[in-house]
Every structure is written in structure tokens, then in C-alpha cells.
């Protein structure tokens, strides 16, 4: 299955974001909470939109690969899914506004795309 390549990349970027969390707790002796630490909550709130977003999306593209969706489309979704995260979680991270729009349009239009096709049937 298709999906299944995307959650593992999607899982390494989760461990990476999960990471960077501690790594900055531990840099600023925070155990609990951000403490309203600028770099902090960058950190958080990076990895929990990401986890707030992808498992949703990763359901809905399994779903339309499992109904039959060619793995073309699964790959195409799958890619869109991975570029949005990086863009966003950089985006975060460096305070780009540009970046971190990008990043969530891309993350909507899998989310949009992958339950249209759901809706739609077994159309490709």
C-alpha cells in the first residue's frame, strides 16, 4: 500500500518535532508548559498542528486508496501532505508567514481532495 510509505515519513517527522520539543525545554529548563518562551511555543505548536492534522489526513487517503483509488493519485496526495507539513513546521520555526500559508493549503487541499474523492466513488 501506498499510505503506508507516507506514515513512516510522516512518523520520522513526528519523532523529529517531538524532539526539537525537549530540545528546547531541556535548552530553557522548562519540564512543564512554555512559559511563554518565544522558541518554545513555536516548538509546540509546530508539533501539535502536526499532529492535530495528520493522522485525519492519513485516514482519509488510506480510505481512498483501500475503495480503489489509483496509487498515482495516492502518491500525489500523500507528497502534498508531506510538502504542507515541512512548509508549515519551518514556517513556524522561522516565523515565515508566506511559508506557513503554504504549508496549510497544502495540508487543506489533501484533507479537501482525499474526502471529495471519498464522496465521489470509485471514479478514477
Known sequence: MVISFY??????IYIYLSMNVVKVRKANKISLGT????????????HGNFI???PFALILI????YQGLSSHYCHA???LLVFGR???FVAINDDTLKLRVIGMLSTFATLALSASILLMGRLF
Do not use: K, M
Not at 512559559?35 to 509546530?46: E, G, I, K, M, V
Not at 488510506?62 to 486508496?65: C, D, G, K, P, Q
Open 86 to 88: 515541512i512548509c508549515h
Open 62 to 65: 488510506f480510505l481512498a486508496e
Open 7 to 12: 506514515a513512516a515519513v510522516l512518523a520520522f
Open 35 to 46: 512559559d511563554n518562551n518565544p522558541q518554545l511555543l513555536r516548538a509546540t505548536r509546530a
Open 77 to 79: 496526495l500523500g507528497t
Open 52 to 54: 492535530e492534522y495528520v
